[in-house]
C-alpha cells in the first residue's frame, strides 16, 4: 500500500511538474531574428568607398601639409634640410662602404635563416601531429 502511495504521489509530482516546466518554456520562448545574409559584393563596395574616403582625406592633408612646408617662412626649415642632405650623404656613404663586417652579418643572416627554415618545418610537423590527435580522439 505504501509503494502505491509513493508511486502515485511521485508520478503526480513529475506530471505537475513537466506541466509547469513546458508552460514556462512556451510562454518564455523568444523567437530569435535572423538577420539576411548580405550580399558580399555590397560589404566589399561599402568597404571600397571607404576606403575612398580615407584616401582622399589623407590626400587632402598630405597637400595641406606640403602646402604649409612650402611656404613657411621658418629659418629652421632651411637648417633641417641642411641636416637631411648630412643624413643622406651618411647614408649614402655607408651603402657604398665595403666593410668585412658586412660579410659576417650576411652569414649570420643566412645561419638564422636555415634556423628560421628548420624551426617552421618542426612546427608544420607539431602542427600535423596536433591535428591527426585531434582527429582521432
Do not use: C, H
Not at 523568444?30 to 580615407?54: A, H, M, R, T
Not at 648630412?86 to 655607408?94: A, D, L, M, P, T
Request: proline fraction near 2%; avoid cysteine.
Amino acid at each position: 500500500m505504501k509503494f502505491r502511495l509513493t508511486t502515485t504521489i511521485l508520478i503526480i509530482v513529475l506530471s505537475v511538474g513537466s506541466i509547469i516546466i513546458a508552460t514556462g518554456f512556451i510562454s518564455n520562448s523568444k523567437y530569435v531574428d535572423i538577420p539576411e545574409i548580405s550580399n558580399p559584393y555590397e560589404n566589399l563596395l561599402k568597404y571600397k568607398n571607404e576606403l575612398e574616403k580615407i584616401n582622399q582625406y589623407n590626400q587632402e592633408i598630405l597637400k595641406n601639409l606640403e602646402y604649409e612646408i612650402k611656404n613657411s617662412d621658418d629659418v629652421n626649415i632651411s637648417q633641417i634640410n641642411n641636416e637631411i642632405d648630412v643624413i643622406n650623404r651618411v647614408i649614402n656613404e655607408n651603402k657604398n662602404s665595403d666593410d668585412v663586417n658586412i660579410s659576417q652579418i650576411n652569414n649570420e643572416i643566412d645561419v638564422i635563416n636555415r634556423v628560421i627554415n628548420e624551426n617552421k618545418l618542426e612546427l608544420e610537423q607539431i602542427i600535423t601531429r596536433l591535428s591527426q590527435i585531434e582527429s582521432n580522439p
